[in-house]
């Protein structure tokens, strides 16, 4: 990740595998992720959450070494 980032579980179950290992909330819990860090997200039930980072996840990336990732998400 190349910003900082709180996630804030509104339903369902929602983990974040890192290095440390792996952190799980439930709804009304709040995961805060750390710019730099390696992530995988998990959710095995239906899960809403609503996340909130610092600076933008777009102008964060666009500005790291990571800005090639973004091309797998537009169209050739």
Not at 22 to 41: D, F, W
Not at 43 to 67: I, M, Q
Request: proline content about 4%; hydrophobic content about 40%; charged content about 20%.
């Amino acid at each position: 990740m190349t910003y900082d980032e709180a996630l804030v579980i509104t339903s369902g179950t929602f983990t974040v595998e890192g290095p440390s290992g792996p952190v799980t909330a439930r709804a009304g819990e709040v995961i805060y992720l750390r710019a730099g860090t390696e992530v995988v997200y998990v959710a095995e039930e239906d899960t809403e959450l609503v996340y909130v980072t610092y600076p933008h996840w777009l102008a964060a990336t666009e500005a790291s070494a990571e800005a090639h990732r973004l091309d797998d998400f537009h169209e050739a």
